[in-house]
């Protein structure tokens, strides 16, 4: 608690305490309060969008090299601190403090890394004579003010898949952590002012959504917004940035189907599919959550998954050995147990779990790994999200039902295959809708590559080069090089004026 920032937000380089209603973070292992802060209102977040743009000038033009080397001393920073944010993201989440220390932070310190490099070579064009008579080059400029919002389930990495890409390009940002869990973010900003990335060049507010968050969304200075969070509120936000035209990039709700054709590696896609639905408790985008299983597979693939779900270890979030915490919050975990409670009015089967587990678990928001069966396919536990560790397998007898049902939900943000034939796990790749798809694997995200959805799951990238293109825009800047007054097309606007 002690090392926590006593601080609501972070602007132009310094921790500031909000003034609107009050806030709580509670640790959903013990269900106690571990740090109150009062909300950020409008004026708040005014003051941090025009800090942003206040930084703006120096910072867009700054060199490449220079805001390479800033980052590059970020990601030194963040190491040094690596193990307090990896305590402060496990209290504040719930989450084994094993993902925290292997996952949620080396991966948000190698996204910085990343940038730090990509930042010194945007892609574009090569220049040329396309009409003959002029040079074109492209230019790939940055936007502004990027504003961002962002949920609770990585709140380290969100932030920093957020922030990395668009100050590498030359942005500023104003960033809202979800309001449950704003202690690692407002770490990142304590340690980019170490770093010494300019004061107001990422700002940081709190709040709750529709609050905090709707104010940042509609001030009319943001050239950007940037949102990851469920589908419905993407959807909303969508609608509020359309009013001021602001450009916006949108990373949804996903519900990723998990394909096991006839030839595949049962061990593989058992060990894959519990590793994969269960991780962060299920509460990531793009968790496993409906198996499809090859009807020759099916029965051995429940067997197997039930049998490794129920060695899983629930137990404290601080205990290396725990395999798996507390959902984020209690209301979460009441979330999912709803649905569950449908699903299986509805004729689903429990085979594992199905329940929030009792004795010395039972005050945290703990809910047991869950395995499905027998749920319909337009059932909503198959068709929506729940985010909790929750699995449904369904079976089918040939490739394409397998496919056809892998489509067949709203969302398009990940999915995986597992084949040994190279045609089907390429036939699989090309036909899934998805904005990832792994073969022999589900989940495995890498800093070079993008991540972002399709369908309801969003548009744009995070991550890798590709994410330039939601924080630039490109410019087409064509010069003459004939230094000749009469343009050759100029007769097509007054051909007969010099006859006059
Ligand atoms: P959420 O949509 O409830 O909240 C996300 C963020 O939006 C929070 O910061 C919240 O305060 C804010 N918000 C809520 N209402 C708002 C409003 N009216 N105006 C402005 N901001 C508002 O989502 P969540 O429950 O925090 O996170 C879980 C969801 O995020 C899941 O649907 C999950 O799939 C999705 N997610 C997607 C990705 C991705 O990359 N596609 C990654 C992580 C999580």
Do not use: C, K, M, N
């Given at each position: 608690m002690s090392t926590y920032p006593q601080t609501s937000n972070y602007i132009a380089g310094k921790p500031g305490v909000g003034t609107g209603a009050?806030?709580?973070?509670?640790?959903?292992?013990?269900?106690?309060?571990?740090?109150t802060y009062r909300a950020d209102d409008a004026s708040t977040v005014g003051a941090a969008v025009q800090a942003a743009a206040a930084a703006y000038p120096e910072w867009s033009g700054a060199t490449p090299a220079d805001r390479s080397g800033a980052l590059t001393a970020l990601a030194v920073e963040l190491s040094s601190v690596a193990e307090?944010?990896?305590q402060t993201e496990t209290a504040q989440t719930g989450k084994p403090i094993r993902l925290s220390r292997e996952f949620d932070v080396p991966g948000s310190i190698d996204n910085v890394?990343?940038?730090?490099?990509?930042?010194?070579?945007?892609d574009g064009h090569a220049s040329?004579?396309?009409?003959g008579d002029h040079t074109s080059t492209?230019?790939?400029?940055?936007?502004?003010?990027?504003?961002s919002i962002a949920p609770w389930n990585y709140p380290l990495q969100m932030a920093a898949w957020k922030v990395l890409p668009a100050i590498a390009a030359g942005n500023t940002i104003v960033l809202k952590p979800a309001e449950n869990t704003p202690l690692t973010t407002l770490l990142l900003a304590e340690a980019c002012s170490r770093a010494g990335i300019p004061a107001g060049v990422v700002n940081i507010v709190n709040g709750p959504g529709p609050d905090t968050g709707q104010t940042l969304v509609t001030d009319p200075a943001l050239s950007m917004m940037s949102f990851t969070g469920s589908t419905a509120v993407g959807r909303h936000i969508a609608g509020l940035a359309a009013a001021n035209g602001t450009r916006l990039h949108l990373e949804l709700g996903g519900k990723a189907p998990f394909v096991v054709f006839d030839d595949?590696?049962?061990?593989?896609?058992v060990r894959g599919a519990v590793a994969g639905s269960l991780i962060n408790s299920g509460q990531d985008c793009t968790a496993a959550t409906r198996a499809y299983v090859h009807r020759s597979l099916f029965d051995d693939f429940v067997d197997g998954v039930t049998d490794l779900m129920r060695r899983v270890r629930l137990g404290a979030p601080a205990d290396p050995e725990t395999d798996q915490g507390p959902l984020v919050s209690f209301r979460q975990r009441d979330r999912v147990a709803s649905m569950v409670e449908r699903a299986l009015r509805d004729g689903a089967k429990a085979v594992s779990g199905g329940q929030a587990p009792g004795d010395d678990l039972a005050d945290g928001a703990y809910y047991e790994p869950t395995l499905l069966v027998d749920a319909d396919q337009r059932s909503e536990i198959v068709q929506q999200e729940a985010f909790g560790p929750v699995l449904v397998a369904l079976p089918f007898d040939r490739d394409d039902e397998g496919i056809e049902l892998a489509n067949d939900v709203p969302f398009g943000l990940a999915a995986s295959a597992w084949t040994r034939d190279v045609f089907r796990a390429q036939a699989a790749a090309r036909r899934i809708e998805a904005?990832?798809?792994?073969i022999n694997d589900h989940i495995p995200i890498i800093s070079e590559m993008p991540h972002g959805g399709m369908k309801a799951s969003g548009y744009g990238k995070d991550m890798s080069s590709y994410s330039f293109d939601e924080y630039t825009q490109i410019k087409h800047v064509m010069s003459d090089i004939t230094a000749e007054a009469a343009k050759p097309w100029h007769t097509t606007v007054f051909a007969h004026a010099e006859q006059r």
């Open positions: 009050e806030q709580s973070v509670i640790d959903p292992f013990t269900g106690e309060v571990i740090w307090e944010l990896a890394s990343f940038f730090a490099g990509a930042a010194r070579h945007l040329g004579e396309y009409s492209i230019r790939r400029e940055s936007l502004g003010v990027v504003g595949a590696d049962l061990e593989a896609a904005g990832t798809v792994w």
